[in-house]
């Protein structure tokens, strides 16, 4: 008996397959999303500095201003470069650079006099992801190589009895990157598979061929069994594919944890989220009852965030609504 389940569960699941094969339209969805979108979104969540362009005019030309330009290279600021004060307004109109240092005359001599000398950082806001962040980062740089250079010389006023260094372990260099391209693809992994499985539901329903099936000497166990695995397992090989070739080879992130167990993982997650996509689907009466219900649903959503908790006649109309 349990044999004779088994390969109806086999049968039907190739004949999802197959259905899905033919469907062109869901097959470019599962391309694209696990492919250009998992790159547009681990680029986008990417915050920190890459490679911003500064310049630094240096007046003093002594030991303190050299270990500050040595302090700024990659990956989170290019090369410096040496201008003069009359290059800052040119080079930040162009773009050539997003930020410009300027240490003034007799810096080191002011700082070991104990005196507070001002350092100026023009700063392209255009680019305002990078504008805030870049302001804290040449910040900390320059006041670690102030310290620093007070600590060698022996006029620091306190040094700490433990130096505390940091190491980051998987990421070394913050990059959002490498968390985003992986996030994603459960992002994918979940949305994806109960949009299949829904999918699969309400094509059979509206081509009239779920009724068929239930008069067949089939269980609706066996019918929604069929559907688990069969987009299941559409589901688990894209992210596989997705995890190789995007995350690892487009993007270049290093995979430090185990892929088989990932994978394993996302088999169990992919039970529910399959199970949800076939009772979402099961409540509509029709593919466009389901969309115009969906449809609805939304503006009254849209509608109630947008009403004034305060306005009494407002909170009416919503009541109305539903």
Same mark, same amino acid.
């Given at each position: 008996? $349990? ?48 490679? @911003? ?185 894209? @992210? ?54 969906? $449809? ?27």
């Amino acid at each position: 008996m $349990t044999t004779r389940r088994d390969a109806k569960i086999a049968q039907l699941g190739i004949k999802e397959l197959r259905a899905l094969w033919h469907d062109k339209g869901m097959l470019v969805v599962l391309i694209v999303s696990f492919s250009l979108n998992i790159q547009a979104a681990a680029l986008a969540s990417r915050r920190e500095l890459h490679n @911003a362009p500064i310049a630094i005019v240096d007046q003093d030309r002594t030991a303190l201003s050299g270990h500050i330009v040595n302090a700024f290279y990659p990956p989170r600021f290019r090369r410096p470069a040496l201008i003069e004060r009359t290059d800052i307004d040119a080079g930040l109109d162009t773009g050539r650079y997003t930020f410009v240092l300027d240490i003034p005359p007799d810096f080191q001599r002011d700082v070991l006099a104990g005196r507070q000398p001002a350092l100026q950082v023009n700063i392209d806001a255009t680019q305002m992801t990078q504008a805030f962040t870049g302001d804290t980062y040449i910040r900390n740089i320059v006041s670690g190589e102030i310290g620093g250079f007070l600590q060698r010389v022996g006029r620091a006023d306190v040094t700490p009895p433990v130096p505390l260094t940091a190491h980051v372990r998987f990421n070394p260099n913050l990059d959002g990157t490498w968390f985003g391209g992986v996030m994603e693809i459960i992002n994918m992994i979940t949305m994806l598979s109960i949009i299949l499985t829904g999918a699969a539901v309400l094509r059979e329903r509206e081509h009239g061929t779920l009724e068929h099936l239930l008069v067949m000497p089939l269980r609706p166990f066996e019918i929604m069994a069929a559907k688990v695995w069969a987009n299941g397992l559409v589901i688990l090989v894209a @992210a596989a594919l997705s995890l190789r070739i995007v995350v690892q080879g487009w993007l270049g992130v290093p995979i430090a944890g185990s892929i088989p167990l990932f994978l394993f993982g996302t088999t169990l997650h992919l039970f529910s989220t399959t199970s949800i996509g076939i009772s979402a689907a099961r409540k509509g009466s029709s593919p466009r009852n389901r969309s115009v219900s969906l $449809t609805e649903r939304w503006k009254i959503r849209i509608v109630e965030s947008a009403t004034p908790a305060g306005n009494p006649s407002s909170r009416s109309v919503s009541k109305g609504m539903r």
